[in-house]
């Protein structure tokens, strides 16, 4: 077992930035699963950690092609972006995503990707976003998240996710 940190998330901003405080933590061959409700902050969460990792391309969610290749621009690893919403199966229909296969030199980032891709990998970070009680849905930059992140394996043993709360 790794360890595990719950932070309040107060804006779309404070979203990207714990992204980019993410990426300085990832490595090649780490996998980051991403849950939480439609509009909860998984692809804003996902596009501060390709600007941490210095990917190229934006980073946008690939709800209609599944998932996408944002090469590194400064030498570090790819981002492989996935958003598993629309498929249906578990790792059998992630098969022809070759997730395994870029998996070693890339951090794969899988949105809606729980129970069904944990099986590529027992080290891995969970993120769970979740609206905070007591925001005002309607009021969108006031509307905080609740972000846990979970690091699950040997990978994640000595890391102190605490400290993402100070990015």
């Known amino acids: 077992m790794g360890s595990q940190t719950t932070l ?6 404070r979203m990207g930035r714990l992204g980019r405080g993410l990426a300085a933590l990832l490595r090649p061959g780490d996998l980051v699963l991403l849950s939480g409700e439609l509009g909860a902050g ?6 501060g950690l390709g600007e941490g990792l210095g990917v190229r391309g934006a980073v946008t969610s690939p709800t209609f092609v599944i ?3 944002h090469p590194s621009l400064t030498g570090g690893p790819a981002l492989v972006h996935v958003d598993a919403y629309r498929l249906g ?3 059998d229909e992630m098969e022809d995503l070759d997730l395994d296969v870029s998996l070693p030199e890339s951090v794969v980032v899988v949105e809606w990707g729980e129970g069904k891709v944990e099986q590529l990998s027992e080290d891995r970070l969970e993120v769970r976003i979740e609206r905070a009680l007591g925001g005002d849905a309607n009021d969108e930059d006031h509307d905080p998240r609740q972000v846990t992140v979970t690091g699950l394996g040997g990978r994640w043993g000595g890391v102190d996710l605490a400290a ?3 990015a």
């Open 67 to 69: 998932a996408r290749v």
């Open 8 to 13: 309040t998330v107060a804006t779309p901003e």
């Open 89 to 91: 199966g578990g790792l």
């Open 164 to 166: 993402l709360g100070e």
């Open 42 to 47: 998984k692809t804003t969460l996902t596009r």
